[in-house]
């Protein structure tokens, strides 16, 4: 018989209908509740984007993209794909009850965000371990906490940002790679995330020929910690203070079209470069780009082959 694998597909998760963005705000804030004024400015952060976020079925998608590029590449393998979120249903505690009622044995965790952290991959494998230790089965799940230099993944944000500087044909614009804020307390322990954006970054620049591009945060938490700099709103007042008049935004510490991207970039960052004179683009996210798919099948084909 083919060994059995579980592909476990973690994702951000959102709200599916707008009484649930209460209790998702409040999760995401470990079980604060936000105060009433909080609460209403995350709702019109969600109706100024057509309502609720799509970040679900994206998701969905593109896991299931994984499951047939594995299907595809290895089917000397019965893969069995569980697709779950952080901060919403289907849980990730739940889904990997489910994968050990199921009788999966083997599996590979894996994340749609393609930089690593304590704070972000990391905590959704706490959540993974928390749930194997309530476990009375054994089930060994390979952890993959990056994949940012997957080779096709590098090769599918280079096509997007070819085609984003074709939007500049007056010339080259600045170029700003931007990942989520997380607390600065992540350096104190030499975490990877910021050489992470860095190496990214880099290796995207090189592949589309760029020479001229900058490295910022984005949509930090409203805490009064400090987040990790620059801000991307400080980065692009900066570039337009050196007179810049073109900047091109490109997210690639995220891999869909959601709240942080059609919110913060396209409609609050839009409006403050506009304000400055600056002409903004961001380049499209990959969603079901097939090299996303592609890349993450690659990484969880070798993290399985490296275990069975
Ligand atoms: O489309 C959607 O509905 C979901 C969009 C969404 C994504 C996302 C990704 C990341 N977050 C990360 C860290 C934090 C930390 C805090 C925090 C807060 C929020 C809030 C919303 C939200 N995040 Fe998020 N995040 C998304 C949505 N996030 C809404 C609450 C309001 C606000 O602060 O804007 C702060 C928690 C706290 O207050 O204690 C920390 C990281 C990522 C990217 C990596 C990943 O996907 O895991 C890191 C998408």
């Not at 060994?3 to 973690?10: E, F, S, Y």
């Not at 390979?142 to 085609?163: C, D, G, K, T, Y």
């Not at 506009?274 to 002409?279: M, N, R, T």
């Not at 990959?286 to 996303?292: A, I, K, Q, R, V």
Request: aromatic share 8%.
């Amino acid at each position: 018989a083919r060994p059995v694998v579980g592909v476990l597909v973690m994702a951000y998760g959102t709200p599916n209908r707008k009484e649930e963005i209460l209790p998702y705000y409040t999760h995401i804030r470990r079980g604060r509740p936000p105060t009433p004024e909080q609460l209403q400015e995350l709702i019109e952060r969600y109706e100024a984007i057509g309502g609720l976020s799509q970040l679900n079925q994206i998701s969905r998608s593109q896991a299931e993209s994984v499951l047939r590029a594995l299907q595809a590449m290895a089917p000397d393998v019965d893969w069995r794909l569980y697709q779950a979120n952080k901060h919403w249903e289907p849980w990730i505690p739940d889904v990997v009850a489910r994968m050990a009622e199921d009788g999966i044995q083997q599996a590979v965790g894996i994340v749609l965000a393609p930089q690593g952290s304590k704070m972000s991959s990391g905590a959704y494998f706490e959540q993974v371990d928390q749930a194997l230790a309530r476990l009375d089965r054994p089930l060994q799940v390979e952890r993959i906490l990056s994949w940012h230099l997957e080779p096709e993944f590098i090769a599918a944000q280079v096509e997007l940002m070819r085609e984003g500087l074709a939007r500049f044909p007056g010339g080259e614009p600045e170029v700003v790679f931007t990942c989520h804020s997380l607390p600065a307390r992540i350096l104190e322990w030499g975490d990877p995330y910021p050489e992470h954006l860095r190496e990214m970054g880099e290796a995207i620049a090189r592949g589309a020929g760029v020479t001229r591009f900058h490295f910022a945060y984005q949509s930090a938490g409203r805490t009064p910690e400090p987040w990790l700099g620059p801000d991307v709103r400080d980065k692009v007042a900066e570039l337009a203070a050196a007179g810049a008049r073109a900047v091109l935004v490109a997210a690639i510490g995220f891999v869909s079209d959601h709240l942080e991207v059609l919110y913060d970039l396209d409609i609050e960052l839009k409006q403050a470069a506009a304000e400055l004179g600056v002409h903004l683009e961001r380049t499209r996210m990959l969603n079901d780009h097939p090299g996303l798919a592609q890349a993450l099948a690659n990484a969880v084909l070798r993290a399985a082959r490296g275990a069975l």
